[in-house]
């Protein structure tokens, strides 16, 4: 059974940070693409960064040089670095992880970014 878990949201105020981490189970992590999404109340769910199974990394253009991804293979773990918050960052954040053919979701965190 197949299993992603977020955690690491939360409420920061602008120019803050947070560390999103999203913990697996069920596939083999070490081969798999794994990304972090996210939705904003009446906006269509978009990608904010991939990493590939060598550690090439792709960000959306308005996250890069703030956001960080990384990934744990020992641990079956993916984080998200989040800096320079801003309140256009208010999401849902979800964890995807695309192995053997399918897609696989995570039920998503909530960062919300207010003062």
């Known amino acids: 059974q197949v299993q992603l878990v977020e955690s690491g949201g939360g409420l920061v105020q602008p120019g803050g940070s947070l560390r999103l981490s999203c913990a697996t189970s069920?596939?083999?992590?070490?081969?798999?693409?794994m990304s972090w999404y996210r939705q904003a109340p009446g906006k269509e769910r978009e990608l904010v960064a991939q990493?590939?199974?060598?550690?090439?990394?792709n960000y959306a253009d308005s996250m890069r040089g703030r956001f960080t991804i990384s990934r744990d293979n020992a641990k079956n773990t993916v984080h998200l670095q989040m800096n320079s918050l801003k309140p256009e960052d208010t999401a849902v954040y979800y964890c995807n992880a695309y192995s053997g053919g399918l897609y696989y979701w995570g039920q998503g965190t909530q960062v919300t970014v207010s003062s």
């Open positions: 990493i590939l199974p060598g550690a090439y990394t």
């Open positions: 069920g596939f083999t992590f070490s081969s798999a693409a």
